[in-house]
């Protein structure tokens, strides 16, 4: 014991300059967790929190196999060129409007888009009227109760 002391005696001043370290990363490391944030999307002066889908893979997973989506979220999918980008529902367990955009206009609107009710039903197609460089999916109804339609202005934070 006494030489645990001595130890602690020896070497307090490394000792309190380790502790200092430590906790000036710990509280580093909150600052930048904590300081990330979310893709916001604003639609007529609705805000929705997304999930910001850009690699293929995420693009083709989407809300497949989720059991529902919290109010006031969706999932954003960011394009590299604008197209008529197909959309299906499979493996969707809930429906969703499906909102798709130009720029930052939206120029088709598909509501209430059906989860299949088995696994060998036929999946509708979904397809924008003009050519998109992303698509907005929030939860069925959205689109009506914000009122959001061809024309209407998007609002992309954090991106």
Same mark, same amino acid.
């Given at each position: 014991?006494?030489?645990?002391?001595?130890?602690?005696? $020896? &070497? %307090?001043?490394?000792?309190?300059?380790?502790?200092?370290?430590?906790?000036?990363?710990?509280?580093?490391?909150?600052?930048?967790?904590?300081?990330?944030?979310?893709?916001?999307?604003?639609? &007529? =002066?609705?805000?929705? *929190?997304?999930?910001?889908?850009?690699?293929?893979? $995420?693009?083709?997973?989407?809300?497949?196999?989720?059991?529902?989506?919290?109010? &006031?979220?969706?999932?954003?999918?960011?394009?590299?060129?604008?197209?008529?980008?197909?959309?299906?529902?499979? =493996?969707?367990?809930?429906? %969703?409007? %499906?909102?798709?955009?130009?720029?930052?206009?939206?120029?088709?609107?598909?509501? *209430?888009?059906?989860?299949?009710?088995?696994?060998?039903?036929?999946?509708?197609?979904?397809?924008?009227?003009?050519?998109?460089?992303?698509?907005?999916?929030? &939860?069925?109804?959205?689109?009506?109760?914000?009122?959001?339609?061809?024309?209407?202005? %998007?609002?992309?934070? *954090?991106?």
């Amino acid at each position: 014991m006494d030489r645990i002391l001595l130890f602690v005696k $020896e &070497n %307090i001043r490394l000792l309190l300059g380790g502790v200092v370290v430590i906790f000036a990363i710990v509280i580093v490391m909150t600052l930048i967790l904590n300081g990330k944030k979310s893709t916001r999307v604003t639609v &007529n =002066d609705q805000k929705f *929190n997304v999930t910001v889908a850009k690699t293929d893979k $995420e693009q083709q997973v989407g809300l497949s196999n989720r059991k529902q989506l919290s109010k &006031n979220q969706g999932m954003l999918f960011i394009f590299k060129d604008p197209d008529y980008y197909s959309f299906w529902m499979k =493996d969707m367990k809930f429906p %969703i409007d %499906i909102i798709y955009i130009s720029g930052d206009k939206v120029v088709t609107v598909i509501e *209430n888009a059906k989860p299949p009710s088995s696994s060998n039903e036929n999946l509708a197609i979904y397809q924008p009227e003009e050519k998109s460089d992303k698509v907005l999916e929030v &939860n069925a109804g959205a689109a009506n109760k914000y009122k959001v339609k061809k024309g209407t202005t %998007i609002k992309i934070e *954090n991106l």
